[in-house]
């Protein structure tokens, strides 16, 4: 069997999802985990893909996900192979957040549904960079 590149056969598993077993290519869509949070705080949602995962794609609602850091809303995306945080959640953040990935032969995913409630309004005078620096330094810590 002619091997394709891993970028082509991840493409190609997203194109097969639920076709099973075709040209090689498997799937594993792990189970949608309800997540729901207040208004301002932060999430953690982690991939549980594979150590031998090559390729990972997140998205919100069918929608690629983006590192976004727009320090003047007080808000931080942090996009990681093994996980995204989002930080200071507010409304609009919620909705179907899924990680895709292809490891050697096989594509996965695992799927949040990230609901977001009305809750206390987060403190403006708050230093933000200090927390967003000790946040990202502790979770590269964690994936060393």
């Not at 090689?24 to 997540?35: E, F, K, L, M």
């Not at 919620?94 to 949040?112: L, T």
Request: proline share 3%; hydrophobic share 40%; with cysteine.
């Amino acid at each position: 069997m002619y091997a394709l590149p891993a970028a082509f056969a991840f493409l190609l598993g997203l194109l097969l999802v639920g076709v099973p077993h075709v040209l090689g290519v498997t799937d594993a869509v792990q189970g949608r985990q309800s997540v729901q949070i207040e208004v301002g705080e932060d999430v953690y949602l982690p991939c549980e893909a594979p150590s031998n995962a090559q390729i990972y794609i997140w998205e919100r609602d069918n929608r690629s996900v983006h590192a976004i850091n727009t320090f003047r809303e007080n808000r931080l995306y942090v996009l990681r192979v093994q996980g995204l945080l989002i930080l200071n959640s507010v409304q609009n953040d919620e909705g179907v957040y899924r990680c895709s990935y292809f490891a050697r032969g096989s594509f996965g995913a695992k799927e949040y549904d990230l609901r977001i409630v009305a809750g206390d309004e987060p403190d403006e005078n708050s230093e933000v960079s200090n927390y967003l620096h000790t946040v990202v330094r502790l979770i590269d810590q964690s994936f060393s």
